[in-house]
């Protein structure tokens, strides 16, 4: 096992601070992973441009102007998406180098405060298929009782002080921690610490194998940290190297020690690789965490582990029900090749009102095909596919997306490059909208818009309603990957190059 736990010097506790109450401090903005905000006063579009002086715009039909607070350059890949909280803004982009950054920003500005840079993964394993598409930092960070826990390009869960107290007593402290044979992770102020570092690759007891990125954002829920090691098949996509790696562990929040994992055997059954992440929801009183896997089929497991059954290893997660997406959508057949095969889930499940949301989808790089997008009566125990099922619609592609559900409409999107409208009781469609791009990213729902981006670099904004109307289009200089957030007023959209800050009103300027 391969760890680092690094603490202050006095060794104090640290008092647990919430964040404001306007933040959006992890994906989704909270644990349920459906991603609505109570922001009022947001802007449906704003200019992307290059002279802040004239970016403010008065919007189509009257209003308040639009205000472009500040765009902060991001380099050439980000995927994960920005998180808010305390005043700081925390996002993991791609480095200059060909490895992964995460960066924190001044929430006011977009000043950056600094930058820890992870070097892409070294090794000399001929099959190994990971960090090669230099993607960087695939995780949306998590912050929890001031501190930053996100995935890294190397497959390790990190967790940092972000408000600058150093945690090594090492005299360089540019050089904070390096992996195993690794070159060192740097940074360019004393402005960041790491607290722990666990390396989902190299611990004996989960020894993942990646399949080209970590995806996965962390959720924590307690005192523990969950998280997706991300395994997968080998450069050759035939073989799983390791198909007893867990699907979910569990962290101790404070020290990075493995106190539990899954014992469900997905990497017997996954087709590609895992790249969901977890949510949390309470089932009549009931605490559960839900995971999508790699093959298909959606997981609940109760968060309190079960003892280890011997001396030295981890304890058990315990799974309550599991539901086969695939099975309920009645697609069989090969995985790729065939447009209505089978496919992973690689969205997040969203928990809203004792019900699960999910879809399935595959790596963008296998193209277009069939998807379903199922909805699941959370508040039954073990295989829920046939009596769980409350509704499947199969009229969706293959989908990255994570839908977000207001007021009885569930908002989504499939990698064709259409964004939907359903019933979230019935799954009947309300409205479709074609777009001329990949989709990658997901909904937000706040201030009664609906945003979504798209992989041509199009901000779609439409009124949250049962009627589709078109509300704005903002074109914007690259891909759109990650989603909009929204926090204390003011709208993020991410692209592959920029981060943008836009806002409503004097008081934003």
């Known amino acids: 096992m391969r760890r680092m736990v690094l603490v202050t010097a006095a060794g104090a506790t640290m008092l647990a601070v919430p964040c404001r109450a306007g933040d959006w401090p992890e994906w989704c903005g909270n644990d349920a992973r459906n991603a609505v905000s109570s922001e009022t006063h947001l802007p449906a579009q704003f200019v992307p441009n290059p002279s802040l002086a004239d970016a403010t715009t008065a919007p ?34 791609n480095d200059r180098a060909g490895g992964g950054a995460v960066l924190g920003l001044e929430e006011a500005t977009g000043r950056e405060l600094w930058r820890l840079t992870i070097p892409r993964m070294l090794t000399e394993w001929q099959d190994f298929n990971y960090d090669d598409l230099s993607l960087g930092i695939c995780s949306t960070p998590t912050v929890a009782d001031r501190r930053l826990y996100v995935v890294t390009n190397r497959d390790e869960v990190l967790c940092l002080d972000p408000d600058g107290r150093v945690h090594t007593a090492e005299p360089d402290v540019a050089r904070l921690i390096a992996g195993s044979e690794q070159p060192p992770m740097t940074t360019d102020s004393n402005a960041v610490g790491i607290v722990w570092r666990f390396d989902m690759i190299m611990e004996e007891h ?50 990075g020690r493995l106190l539990a994992r899954d014992f469900e055997r997905v990497g017997h059954r996954l087709f590609h690789g895992e790249w969901s992440s977890p949510a949390l929801g309470e089932v009549n009183g009931k605490t559960l965490v839900f995971y999508g896997g790699g093959d298909g089929v959606c997981y609940a497991f109760d968060p309190v582990p079960a003892p280890p059954t011997s001396a030295g290893t981890p304890g058990i ?39 699960v949301y999910v879809g399935v989808g595959q790596d963008p790089r296998h193209g277009k095909g069939r998807g379903a997008l199922a909805c699941i009566d959370a508040t039954g125990v073990g295989d829920l596919t046939a009596n769980g099922l409350v509704w499947v619609n199969t009229d969706i592609d293959r989908s990255l997306t994570t839908v977000a559900i207001k007021d009885g409409i569930l908002y989504t999107a499939d990698f064709s490059g259409r964004i939907f409208a359903l019933d979230a009781d019935t799954g009947r469609e309300l409205w479709r909208h074609e777009t001329d791009g990949a989709i990658w990213s997901s909904p937000l729902v706040a201030d009664g818009k609906v945003y979504v981006g798209t992989d041509t670099g199009d901000l779609w904004t439409f009124a949250a309603s049962r009627e589709r109307r078109i509300l704005a289009e903002t074109k914007l200089d690259s891909p759109i990957s990650a989603s909009p957030i929204v926090a204390n007023g003011v709208l993020y959209v991410m692209t592959q190059r920029w981060l943008y800050a836009a806002a409503t009103g004097a008081d934003h300027r």
């Open 60 to 93: 189509p039909a009257g209003g308040e102007p639009t205000q472009l607070k500040w765009k902060v350059r991001l380099h050439t890949h980000a995927y994960g998406g920005p998180v808010v909280a305390n005043g700081k803004i925390f996002i993991g982009i």
């Open 317 to 355: 997660l315990k799974c309550v029900w599991r539901f086969d997406v695939n099975a309920a959508a009645n697609r069989a057949g090969a995985y790729k090749s065939d447009v209505a095969g089978p496919s992973e889930i690689i969205a997040t499940p969203v928990f809203h009102r004792n019900r």
């Open 206 to 255: 989960v020894a993942a194998w990646p399949q080209d990125a970590a995806d996965c954002s962390v959720l924590v829920h307690g005192e523990q940290v969950f998280v997706c090691p991300s395994n997968g098949v080998n450069r050759g996509h035939k073989i799983v190297p390791h198909p007893d790696a867990p699907s979910l562990i569990v962290l101790d929040k404070h020290t």
